[in-house]
């Protein structure tokens, strides 16, 4: 109990690397998913083969991988900011797959009202899909930073000090580690209880506020 | 409270299934009331009624799919879901075992659709009643050809259209060897053009001397086949008794008011 | 800026070996959590609630826990129990606490899913307890299920990746050894990634092959 202010410390660093990779995350993954629907020539490969790849790549291994291998081609990052990079990447490759079927199975009908009232395509996705398949995946994407902030003990491996790793480093040098790692994991359901019961709450706020499609 | 002995009328045979002061209530909704009733031998008895007239609940009753509120039912001079002589509930093990005399054919056909149609219709027989395999498949394959699927043993219940997989269930029914078989609206989700095939082999059945049970809407079929009508309305039986009385002259408004409905919907 | 790769072909035997040791921890963690996530549907499932609520309680928070969280404690927490695992079991027992909670979720909600006829027809033919499960419920939401238990495979190979960090020579353990003799980080991380993609492919194509099963058995 005397470590909880410590604790305290390690959550907020797991929720402000997952925060940020998460908003972050966004518009990367959007910017992903609309190259691929509009099929550019290329882009859409990479991307494609990006999502696949990355989809099955380890939190640990591409931590290590941009913090230890890219100063080998002349890219030397800080600890913090390859971290949150990484998180970033693995993120956007699972909410693009969110906003690629959000906008295939966008009703079409409301697309031909946009575009009688004159709209042009990009009006009609920016003001009309955008706002609805954003509302209604709300949730899906906040789930997202639940698998975010499960993979974010990754970066300790480089050395920043987030919730398992101070947990892990009291646990070792502790005569009792089985309760130093239990108030550990306990921190972390409460982290992640607070964020599927705001998740909740969003998605009915939306619901209730709009009939959402 | 359960009584131990069944009240039987001398000068009757045992009737198969025996019904006797029957309610059913959901919460505070009473859904069936005071139902007597008894099922003899190769009767075939055809249950008319509206929709949530309780036709179905009283179905699941007889065989406690849905346990009765209050009331008895007999099967052949043993209590459903009572220990032989007792009045204590049975184990599940023990109602299973019961259900076991009791056919269902339900009408979303319900068959299990990891299973080809062969499998469905041999499943209980050999895990639940523990027949021994190459009989129960002979006499499956036997039962199947009757309904006229000799050529689909192998067959999912996904490549079936409705008609057939509901003569699976049947098949599925008849292979427990059960005392009678209740049917809920075995066609009521039938395409119109399959409503015929599976009415033929009820049919059948009924003519076979089997003791059937049938909920359903159809008035035409339950004139020709059925022994007995019973009219159910708001969870109570109206009338009870033979096809051609009902039909031509209804005692109640109630029922009277029914067929007049079903005969304009059926002229359509 | 040269990329050394052949320095990388050199050390294919320890890249093999580390594969292969992520493929078979992660092939018996996975079964044995198929297994246990399975019997924890007997108390999801239970009519009673001091048996029911409390597992779904704990189902729930342990698919909070990150990965490594686990692993530190199976790592450093058993043996204050005066239990001491070995690095192999170490690694079995924390993906099969890991992946054990997720199953049951997911076998969960396919049974939930599963249309309430199938249950009573299995009933009305005299099925009960046990065998009912076995014989008609689960097979059903195996099968319903077993895309979504791709994907979870999947994502017990990436997690499984923590395992470096307490010294299970996996292949991620393996990558950071070899960068470590030869300094050739970058090569051998994407060595290392590229395995992992591999795997992950074959699994996808594997679940692909069950959705077809899937849809063949479509609903009855
Ligand atoms: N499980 C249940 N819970 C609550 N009410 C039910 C349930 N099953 C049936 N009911 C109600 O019981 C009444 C009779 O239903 P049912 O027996 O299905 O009628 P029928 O088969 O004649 O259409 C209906 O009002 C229905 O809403
Ligand atoms: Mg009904």
Known sequence: MDNLPYFLGGAAITVFVSLIAWVLGLPLSLIIAIARIQRIPIVDLVFSLYVSFVRSLPSPLLVMLLYFGLPVVGLDLNPLVAGIIAMTI??????????????????SDQLDAARSVGMSPNQSFWRIAFPQIWQANISNFINEATFLVKSSPAVGIIGIDDLTRRAGKIAASNYEPLPTIVLGMMLYVVVLFAVSLASRQLERYFHDRYQLV | MAKLEQPIDAAQPLPVIQVVGLSKCFGSHPVLTDINLAIMPS???????????????????????????????????????????RKRLASEAELAKMRTRIGMVFQQFNLWSHLTVLQNVIEAPIHVQKRPKAEVVAEAEHLLAKVGLHNKLQAYPSQLSGGQKQRVAIARALAMKSDVILLDEPTSSLDP????????????????????VIAT?????????ASRVIFLDQGRIVESSDPKTFFAQPETARARQFLERYIHVGAI | MSLRFDLIWEQAPAFLSGLWNTVWICAIGISLSLILGILLLLPLFSHHKVVRLPTKLLVEAARAIPFLMLAYLVYYGLPSLGLTLDSWSTAILTIVIYNAAYVADILRSAWVNLPKGQTEAARACGFTGVQLLRRIVLPQILIAAAPILGNQAIQVIRDSSFLAIITVPELTFTAKAVQADSFVPF???????????????????????????RNFYGKA
Not at chain 2, 57 to 69: A, Q
Not at chain 2, 201 to 212: C, F, H, K
Request: aromatic fraction near 10%; charge should be negative; glycine fraction near 8%.
């Open chain 1, 90 to 107: 693995n993120t956007s490759a699972f909410n693009s797959e969110i906003w690629r079927s959000a906008i295939l199975n966008f009703p």
């Open chain 3, 187 to 213: 090569e051998s991380f994407i060595t290392a990634a590229l395995l992992y993609w591999v795997l992950c492919l074959l699994i996808e194509f594997g679940v692909q092959r069950l959705e077809w099963v």
């Open chain 2, 193 to 212: 053009e399959l409503v015929g095939e599976v009415l033929a082999v009820i049919q059948d059945l009924a003519q076979a001397g089997m003791t059937l």
């Open chain 2, 43 to 85: 009767e075939t008895v055809c249950l008319l009624g509206p929709s949530g007239s309780g036709k179905s609940t009283l179905l699941r009753c007889m065989n406690w799919l849905e346990r009765p509120s209050s009331g008895e039912v007999w099967l052949h001079g043993t209590q459903m879901g009572y220990q032989a002589g």
């Open chain 2, 217 to 225: 809407h159809e008035m035409k079929f339950a004139e020709e086949v």
